[in-house]
């Protein structure tokens, strides 16, 4: 062999690479290409131009302006050599050159005497092939025409990086669209799955609720009987008892009563929760006023005052909505008692689409941090020796509320007693309720 094959180049696996990644090798050819290659021949007046992608051991032609074979060996490539420079690679007179005189693509077909090769240069600086011509005869190019030439090649690279950028888009569409089609399947048993739990859930509430009411139902019969045997008990033989058995049936009465008082609790939570509101618009400005009138008070009705501001109409069941105001009355009246004036306010307003109330006191308060415990059945911050109560009223009124569709918050800044916010459904075009402003507990029963 007396011809200089094409060198190995420093960056020959990131080059490799680079070219893996246009995916073109192998390809069919296209119009686009061979308009490269006859612009090149038609630029530099020359019969023979061609696209060639050095790869691995082989240069392959993806467009070329003859009809000879898609690919030659490396080590015979004129463009193995192009690819080795930054500019446009030229050989004049391939038979006056030593390294190329018997190098079997000049003494053979397509028997190239001159040569001209742009490298084709990817953005990261790789060559990954050459636009070339050549001819049968000696020539030489002009600088315009090597200038056109290596402005060809730009072109080319910039055909072949819209080809990787298609390709990249191409799976990344594809990847997208395979995580929908992942996501669209797991939606649909995710769905299922919530369906089957939310009825199992649902089915299980049925139960405890169905089972709590029956065990409170079926433990007021033993209850009465020992309330009732223990006051027979005390009104016949209580003066003939020791005092300390008389303090004995003494608690048994009282602890009788409050037992009586928790069966009571936990048939009204079970009946809230087995019971669907009969949803329709209400005035709870008439709601309130009724449970105040109605209201059997802790204390001398002077020593109470109950300022109603204008309430706006909500949608709701006016059974439960009542009982709601029920207990939030309830329960502000018993905390406040030991002021020497209770004094509640109970207001109202709209936010969006949310009917907003208050319902707030000048009792003692709570601690703020301890909030989230009050709407929990039989949870009590506050001593029964102080404030009586088994501790359900207001998770009856938080289970009502979300029955609705609402939300209950509680609030205690220093110094200014408690305040319950409810929110609920607003009931479009409908007017302020309005109420009388203030009163006492007394007017307000008249």
Known sequence: MTYLPAPALPDEAARLAALAEYAILDTDREPLYDDFVLLATQLCGTPLAYISLVDRDRQWFKARSDRGPHETPRDIALCGHAIAQRDVFVIEDTFADPRFAENPLVTGAPHIRFYAGAPLITPEGHAV???CVADRVARTLSAAQR???AALARHVVSQLELRRATMKQARTLAALEASERRLLEANEHLEERVAAR???????????SAFGYSCAHDLRTPLRAIDGFSRILLEEAGEALPPDQRVCLDRILANTQ??????????DFSRIGSKSPEVQRINPGLLVRDVVAAHPGYRDDRQVRVDIAPLPETLADPVLFRQVWQNLIDNALKFSRSQPVSEIRVEGWVEGNRACYAVSDNGPGFDPAQAHRMFRVFERLHPTSDHPGVGAGLAIVARIVSRHGGRIRAESPPGTGARFVIDMPLARTASPGRTPAAGTLASMAA
């Open 129 to 131: 092939g050459a636009l």
């Open 258 to 267: 409050r037992m009586g008082e928790l069966i009571d609790a936990v048939l």
């Open 147 to 149: 200038d056109a030439l």
């Open 198 to 208: 939310t009825l199992e859930l649902r089915q299980l509430n049925d139960d405890l």
